[in-house]
């Protein structure tokens, strides 16, 4: 996950016509998927555990309201902050905001691991769908505000680096804490991050056919993991 970080070096090869045109089909994609993953994978498993099904949905607010304390105050930071440096201020934004989000997902899908591998793994490829569009947008982002390439790329991976430390963190204290209860906590995270946002960001009036297409890329997502769940896996 930290290595896909190097993924928006791919945009230093492509227009910008060309990202504008495949980053939003992308983000369609990973919503559907991230919320697919949360429905049919993550809170099943957490209901297969007997859990208290109160409990669960306490978890996945808990987990959606985490990660929409941790936008606002990214965004409040923002709104504050002096405009005194060359790079944007939003550029310090995404890194701090990307190193806090890895992190809690680093921990939450170490969770989802050691407590069924095959869960591990689906919630893995479903948060790596958004992770491809968010770097190559971040990317593309740091470098228009001020970044050289080699740097936007350096800082970039180590934002992402922060998902291992978060998956170190949960497998050192999985000896001492029930970790299942991360499986809801990432449910949460994914539902925030899909239908708040990813959804506002590719449902904005672009012409038929063009809605047309992010909507199937949408349900495609869906229709993966509801397929890898009908298969087995997870």
């Not at 309201?65 to 440096?85: G, I, K, N, P």
């Not at 350096?154 to 209860?181: A, E, H, I, P, R």
């Not at 809801?184 to 009036?205: R, T």
Request: charged share 10%; hydrophobic share 55%; glycine share 10%.
């Amino acid at each position: 996950m930290s290595a896909i970080a190097l993924v928006g070096s791919i945009t230093l090869l492509i227009t910008p016509a060309m990202l504008e045109r495949i980053l939003l089909p992308l983000v369609a994609f990973a919503a559907g998927a991230l919320i697919g993953g949360a429905f049919f994978h993550m809170i099943p498993a957490a209901v297969s555990m007997n859990h208290d099904f109160l409990d669960i949905s306490v978890m996945v607010v808990v987990g959606f309201t985490m990660f929409f304390a941790l936008e606002q105050l990214m965004l409040w930071r923002h709104s504050h902050r002096v405009q005194s440096d060359r790079k944007q201020p939003l550029t310090y934004l995404i890194l701090i905001g990307d190193g806090l989000h890895n992190f809690l997902g680093g921990m939450a899908i170490a969770g989802t691991f050691l407590i069924d591998i095959r869960l591990g793994i689906t919630s893995w490829l479903a948060a790596a769908a958004h992770e491809i569009p968010q770097e190559l947008g971040d990317f593309a982002v740091l470098v228009n505000g001020g970044w050289s390439k080699r740097r936007a790329l350096l800082f970039n991976l180590l934002s992402g680096l922060t998902f291992l430390l978060g998956g170190l963190l949960t497998y050192s204290l999985s000896s001492k804490v029930d970790v299942s209860w991360l499986i809801p906590f990432a449910a949460g995270n994914f539902l925030y991050i899909g239908a708040s946002d990813l959804v506002p960001q590719i449902n904005e009036p672009s012409g038929m056919r063009t809605n047309l297409v992010h909507f199937l890329a949408f349900v495609s997502g869906l229709g993966l993991l509801l397929a890898t769940k009908i298969g087995g896996v997870g």
